[in-house]
């Protein structure tokens, strides 16, 4: 049986797991627990615990955390899917924001299935100084810019649009950013994040990494 919970509302996400966890040891206090997070390494002991039954085989509870970030972990995962969704353990997937192809997917296995997102913010709202970082043009300010706002929990999708919309408005107003770019250089700055977020979603590379090393390319 298949529960999932994702959402970019990362804080949200961990309570229901946490909650389901914990109803269904409450419910099967002999079962196993076993517990993967980032990148899933034991792919034998996974497909173990899948296969495991019989009379004398104790129920497991298996949590899988942030599995699906990277994209070798994630295809092991969804591989895996309709073993975990007729298995006789429970697996419990707590992911943050997905791709909607991957959403689809879950959908199609999972027995409960549950997203929590943030509220939607203007692109202009920027609490970490990401923004105005790149509208400044320094690099290492940017940089850490993204990466608090990554450790914050916002999604890698959420500050590339962030970041583009900030291009943009630079391209509206170029005599008043003239000191730090070009209109040429902003136009190439559009499409390499353009470029970076496409690529990212067929899979060329992971879009966290790709946007932490352009922050170091402005």
């Known amino acids: 049986m298949l529960y999932i919970f994702h959402g970019s509302d990362t804080n949200k996400v961990a309570d229901r797991t946490n909650a389901t966890v914990a ?7 002999d079962a196993g627990l076993y517990v993967f997070e980032g990148e899933v390494e034991e792919v034998g002991a996974l497909d173990e615990l899948v ?3 019989g009379m004398f085989v104790a129920k ?25 969704a007729t298995a006789e353990h429970a697996f419990v997937l ?5 791709h909607a192809a991957h ?21 202009g709202f920027d609490p970490f100084g990401v923004t105005a970082s790149l509208k400044a043009r320094k690099r290492r300010d940017l940089w850490e810019a993204y990466l608090r706002a990554r450790q914050s929990g916002e999604s890698p999708e959420a500050l590339a649009g962030l970041m583009h919309w900030a291009v943009k408005d630079m391209l509206g107003k170029p005599r008043m950013y ?11 700055l559009s499409r390499e994040l353009i470029e970076r977020y496409h690529d990212a979603h067929r899979g060329v590379y992971e ?8 922050t170091l390319t402005i």
């Open 23 to 29: 109803a269904l040891r409450e419910k099967q206090p």
């Open 51 to 53: 296969n495991a039954q």
């Open 60 to 84: 497991h509870i298996v949590v899988l955390k942030g599995v699906c970030e990277k994209k070798e972990s994630r295809e092991h995962i969804l591989e895996r899917l309709p073993q975990f």
């Open 94 to 98: 707590s992911e943050g924001a997905v």
């Open 103 to 123: 959403k689809k997917v879950f959908a199609e296995h999972a027995f409960k299935i549950e997203e929590y997102s943030k509220p939607k913010q203007d692109r």
């Open 178 to 188: 003239a000191q730090h770019y070009d209109a040429a250089r902003l136009r190439e």
């Open 207 to 214: 879009l966290d990494t790709a946007l932490e090393r352009w």
